[in-house]
Every structure is written in C-alpha cells, then in structure tokens.
T-cell receptor, first 112, second 116 residues
Framework: KQEVTQIPAALSVPEGENLVLNCSFTDSAIYNLQWFRQDPGKGLTSLLLIQSSQREQTSGRLNASLDKSSGRSTLYIAASQPGDSATYLCAVRQVAGNQFYFGTGTSLTVIP | GAGVSQSPSNKVTEKGKDVELRCDPISGHTALYWYRQSLGQGLEFLIYFQGNSAPDKSGLPSDRFSAERTGGSVSTLTIQRTQQEDSAVYLC??????????????FGEGSWLTVV
C-alpha cells in the first residue's frame, strides 16, 4: 500500500524567508502528484499538479519538484508571507487503484 | 456549478441517528470521491464514483456507510446509526475524468459532522 510522508509536521518561519516542504512516497508507480493548501475550517485548495513525466511546476512564488524514481517531491515557497500560513498537503494518484493517497500535512506558520 | 458544493456544512446529531451528506460536483466532472478527515488525522479514502457506478468502495469503514450517485452528478453519503467515532469532516472531490487520468482533483468545503 502506498505510504505518503510529509516532513516536517509543523514549521514556523519569519516573514520573507524562503522555505521547503517535503513529501515522500513509497510506490513510484504514480500518475501525478498534487500539492494542496488547507486553511482552518476549510476544504482543500489545489496549488500545483505535477504529472509523472514532469520534473517541476511553478505558480507565482510556488515551485514544486518531483523525483519519481526516488519517491520525493518538494514544495518551495519564496519570500513567505503571513497569508501563506496554512496546512500543506501532498497527494499521489497511483497507476493502480482509484484514489489519491494523502500525507498528513505540514502546518506552516509565517510570523509577521 | 463553479465549484464542488457540499451540504450541510455543519451537522450535529445524536448517537444512533442516521445522517445524509450531499455533494454536488463541478458540472461535467465524471469522477467523484468521498474522503474523511478526523481531527488531527490525514485524509481517509471512502469511495470513488465514475459516472453513477462505484468501482471502488474499499474505503467505506463499515456497512453503516453507503453512498450513491444519480444522474452522474449529485452524490449522497449516508451514515446509519451514527457513532461518536464517525465525528469528522467529510470531504467530497471531483475531477473531469476518472482515476486513470492526470486531471486535477477539486475539493468542496466539507461537511463537519459531530455525533454527541
């Protein structure tokens, strides 16, 4: 069974700092990997989707990379802002099966 | 609709009662998913629909849980004889095509269920 791990579980940084969130998965037979943001009391908002054939995707201050063979993805956030404070989740869609497998998330706090 | 819509947004029910949670996916999305998120836990897969059929029910935790989808659109998740451990956020998501595609999955705001 696919296992998705996110490290660290929580992160606190001062405003303006660049940061990296990590996601690892055990089964490399995936279609894609998706990063989400979840604000308290809210659903999940999709940030970036990386197909299995891609190495990275960028959107604004966010850059996500994928190394499928080693089972790793990173989400890089540049020049962090207090509004970036949220829980960030990664999820992989496997070739076999019908579901996304989610990590337990990294809770990010950006201190003004 | 513009996004995935779920109702009710909040539900408090007494132990032993039945509850129905509704999901209205994005128009044209054939794939629909139900997930559960308990306090401090990750997302737990419940069931996947492709059109009106449910090829994967493997995540339903017990026979008290059932789901249906009609007209390839709205889905209802029913929990019978609710227990306190059923308290969680129930999240619905949809995507344009099924699980074998590379499409983005979009989530609703969730239905927050509390069993007292």
């Amino acid at each position: 069974k696919q296992e998705v791990t996110q490290i660290p579980a929580a992160l606190s940084v001062p405003e303006g700092e660049n940061l990296v969130l990590n996601c690892s998965f055990t089964d490399s037979a995936i279609y894609n990997l998706q990063w989400f943001r979840q604000d308290p009391g809210k659903g999940l908002t999709s940030l970036l989707l990386i197909q299995s054939s891609q190495r990275e995707q960028t959107s604004g201050r966010l850059n996500a990379s994928l190394d499928k063979s080693s089972g790793r993805s990173t989400l890089y956030i540049a020049a962090s802002q207090p509004g970036d404070s949220a829980t960030y989740l990664c999820a992989v869609r496997q070739v076999a099966g019908n579901q996304f497998y989610f990590g337990t998330g990294t809770s990010l706090t950006v201190i003004p | 609709g513009a996004g995935v819509s779920q109702s009710p947004s909040n539900k408090v029910t007494e132990k032993g009662k039945d509850v129905e949670l509704r999901c209205d996916p994005i128009s044209g999305h054939t794939a629909l998913y139900w997930y559960r998120q308990s306090l401090g836990q990750g997302l737990e897969f419940l069931i996947y629909f492709q059109g009106n059929s449910a090829p994967d029910k493997s995540g339903l935790p017990s026979d008290r849980f059932s789901a249906e989808r009609t007209g390839g659109s709205v889905s209802t998740l029913t929990i019978q004889r609710t227990q306190q451990e059923d308290s969680a956020v129930y999240l619905c998501a949809s995507s344009i095509q099924g699980a074998s595609s590379g499409n983005t999955i979009y989530f609703g705001e969730g239905s927050w269920l509390t069993v007292v």
